[in-house]
């Protein structure tokens, strides 16, 4: 199995209120409210750990849940997310920007 | 204050509002920030009524999302819903990505410190014994 790797997006805003989160796309005003199971995913979004290493450790540790149905819900929030540019999903790990290099 | 798309009452409901109250405005509402929490104030701009805002300010109390029905009642609703619903009465036009998270944020301190509930009324004057 190919791992997915997946990290918040940078052109978004989000806060949390009443424990959901709240994510709204600066690209196109799209919002999303997570819940709590949605929102521990999009906490551990790192873009380093593999999308089952999180749904195992945090989301079926957590809620109790069975890891192939936990799984294909996670795959399915996560490819609704990405479709709106606010996650990023990718095979290999996705490394924030290197800082830019002054050259005098 | 009251907030909905187009067809939600927010002329009827000013239209129902005891004679003594001042209208601010039943069209675009101009909110700003005060040392206490938020001031509404009238704008000069005028809808169906026809009728100029007036040239004042009040302490914001709460702001109430319009739904006509055939009851008047007041339903707590969930803060992420209501910073979702407040985002869509806010005019705002900009693509730019900083004022669209500068927008985000007020509409979410905003609904921490103002309470934002769900107004259903029947189209009669006794939905404001609710509200004053």
């Known amino acids: 199995m190919t791992a997915t790797y997946i990290a918040r997006s940078s052109a978004i805003a989000s806060r949390v209120l009443a424990g959901e989160t709240m994510v709204m796309s600066v690209l196109d005003s799209t919002f999303f409210t997570l819940n709590e199971v949605a929102s521990t995913i999009w906490r551990a979004a790192d873009g380093i750990t593999p999308l089952h290493e999180i749904v195992a450790r945090d989301v079926c540790h957590e809620f109790e849940v069975p890891i192939d149905e936990a799984l294909a819900d996670a795959r399915e929030f996560v490819r609704e997310l990405s479709a709106h540019g606010i996650l990023q999903i990718s095979d290999r790990p996705i490394l924030p920007p290197a800082p830019a290099i002054g050259i005098p | 204050m009251f907030a909905g798309a187009s067809g939600a009452g927010k002329t009827t409901i000013s239209r129902l509002a005891p004679a003594d109250a001042t209208l601010l405005t039943d069209e675009i509402s101009y909110v700003r920030k005060s040392a206490t929490g938020y001031d509404a104030h009238g704008t000069p701009f005028a809808?169906?009524?026809?009728?100029?805002?007036?040239?004042?300010s009040a302490p914001l109390a709460a702001l109430y999302l319009l739904r006509q029905g055939p009851e008047n009642?007041?339903?707590?609703?969930?803060?992420?819903?209501?910073?979702?619903?407040?985002?869509?009465?806010?005019?705002?036009?900009?693509?730019?990505?900083?004022?669209?998270?500068?927008?985000?944020?007020?509409?979410?301190?905003?609904?921490?410190r103002v309470p934002v509930r769900q107004l259903t009324f029947r189209k009669d004057a006794s939905v404001w014994e609710l509200l004053v």
Do not use: M, W
């Not at chain 2, 869509?88 to 921490?112: C, K, M, P, T």
């Open chain 2, 73 to 112: 009642k007041i339903d707590e609703i969930d803060p992420a819903l209501a910073t979702q619903a407040l985002l869509r009465n806010i005019l705002f036009f900009a693509r730019d990505a900083a004022l669209v998270q500068s927008v985000f944020e007020g509409a979410y301190e905003f609904v921490q």
């Open chain 2, 47 to 56: 809808g169906e009524l026809a009728r100029l805002g007036a040239h004042c």
